[in-house]
Nanobody, 116 residues
Framework: QLQLVESGGGLVQPGGSLRLSCAAS????????IGWFRQAPGKEREGVSC????????DYADSVKGRFTISRDYAKNTVYLQMNSLKPQDTAVYYC?????????WGRGTQVTVSS
């Protein structure tokens, strides 16, 4: 009943853009800080971006600063990751995480492939 579903991944050329969505069902994201993570084959999962529960604070990995933007739409119970100027090294499965002090939910991921 409680789940996060990522969408919006796909194949894009270097320099292209994608917008990932993380939609919650069965619960409201209002109470959660949200993070986007990614994992490339053979690599450790890394944090990409996060947004606070109230949406007034955001952070980005150095590798994506200036290119990615995280946002949330409380009415739609959805968090977004706008990815611009994509690079081949951005290729990974991207995961959404919703976290409180007592709960920790993960989506199943969406594949992003950046290749010419």
């Amino acid at each position: 009943q409680l789940q996060l579903v990522e969408s919006g991944g796909g194949l894009v050329q270097p320099g292209g853009s994608l917008r990932l969505s993380c939609a919650a069902s069965g619960f409201t994201l209002d109470y959660y800080a949200i993070g986007w993570f990614r994992q490339a084959p053979g690599k450790e999962r890394e944090g990409v971006s996060c947004i606070s529960r109230t949406g007034d604070s955001t952070d980005y990995a150095d590798s994506v600063k200036g290119r990615f933007t995280i946002s949330r739409d409380y009415a739609k119970n959805t968090v977004y990751l706008q990815m611009n100027s994509l690079k081949p090294q951005d290729t990974a499965v991207y995961y959404c995480n919703a976290r409180t002090a007592v709960h920790d939910y993960w989506g199943r991921g969406t594949q992003v492939t950046v290749s010419s």
